[in-house]
């Protein structure tokens, strides 16, 4: 018998979410090619040094300075903006990756409260049942009311059992497993939204990145002499938005894992406890326990 036979289904979208990491990863390096490509001299060309070139004398004979204060400023606006104007110059495709990391976040915390050992799995309940019945002291009302007591996603399934006291232990597994089917439902709930986030914010991240590469050719196609300039400002305001799409897609996809992993690890449990009440109460069971009672008697 096995509770947790949908881990495997729960991953089946990891790989999926790996390789549009990996797109992602080379539509960066792309761009970082392209950008140095723009930006290198070709064969038997000297680069060009803004520097080098002679400033134009004005109308009293004095040499007039290349770039303007302004346009220093605005050529080093960039590197001096915070993370609040970094994440604004995104646009608006920021807003749902905002959206989008404010629900992993919440459901983050929710998960780690919710899938405490102590609130899944808790060892008074454990110790207290599990041997009472193996010593044969627990009667069937006496169990259910243990169980009926302690409000957790063992003691549900351990109720499952305890209904069907005596019966085979065929049918006992079954209900077991019903019952099972239902925990796991609770235990691994909003796995699902983790999973979604992790390859939907790549995608939004890269299209925020396609849309700004699109306005900064149009708007170097416009003949402006500082067309490079522009070109390499438009490029890295358009990979802010896939920054922040990685940012939001890693650490869903790693709490999907870790609480998959978490779940998987608390079915387990849960499944070889329940075996070990199998034993002892269903139809078996109880005659084998019965036999070794004479036989003590006996001797």
């Not at 992993?104 to 919710?114: A, K």
């Not at 390859?199 to 500082?226: H, K, R």
């Not at 999907?256 to 329940?274: G, K, P, Q, T």
């Amino acid at each position: 018998m096995r509770l947790a036979h949908t881990a495997s289904l729960r991953r089946s979208g990891h790989a999926i979410t790996l390789a549009r990491i990996g797109l992602a990863a080379v539509v960066l390096v792309g761009l970082g090619v392209l950008s140095s490509r723009a930006q290198s001299p070709g064969p038997g060309m000297q680069p060009f040094d803004p520097l080098s070139i002679p400033a134009p004398p004005d109308a009293a004979g004095e040499a007039v300075p290349a770039e303007s204060d302004a346009d220093a400023a605005e050529s080093a606006g960039w590197m001096s903006l915070t993370l609040v104007d970094r994440i604004v110059a995104g646009g608006w495709l920021m807003i749902p990756l905002g959206i989008c990391s404010l629900v992993v976040m919440s459901l983050t915390i929710e998960r780690l409260v919710s899938l405490r050992r102590g609130r899944v799995i808790p060892r008074p309940f454990v110790r207290r049942f599990t041997e009472c019945v193996e010593d044969g002291q627990l009667s069937f009302e006496e169990a259910t009311a243990i169980c009926e007591e302690f409000h957790c996603p063992v003691a549900e399934v351990f109720q499952a059992a305890i209904k069907r006291w005596g019966r085979p232990m065929l049918e006992i597994e079954q209900a077991v497993m019903d019952a099972a089917d239902r925990v796991s439902d609770g235990l691994t709930r909003f796995l699902r939204v983790f999973h979604a986030i992790s390859n939907v914010a790549p995608l939004i991240g890269l299209l925020g990145t396609v849309l700004g590469m699109i306005e900064a050719f149009e708007t170097m196609s416009g003949g402006d002499a500082a067309g490079s300039h522009l070109l390499a400002s438009g490029i890295s305001t358009a990979l802010v938005t896939t920054a922040g799409g990685l940012f939001v897609a890693i650490p869903a996809y790693l709490a999907h894992s870790y609480f998959a992993a978490v779940s998987d690890r608390y079915l387990n449990e849960i499944d070889r406890l329940c075996q070990r009440v199998i034993d002892c109460i269903s139809a078996e069971g109880l005659e084998a326990g019965n036999r070794a009672k004479k036989t003590r008697r006996a001797a």
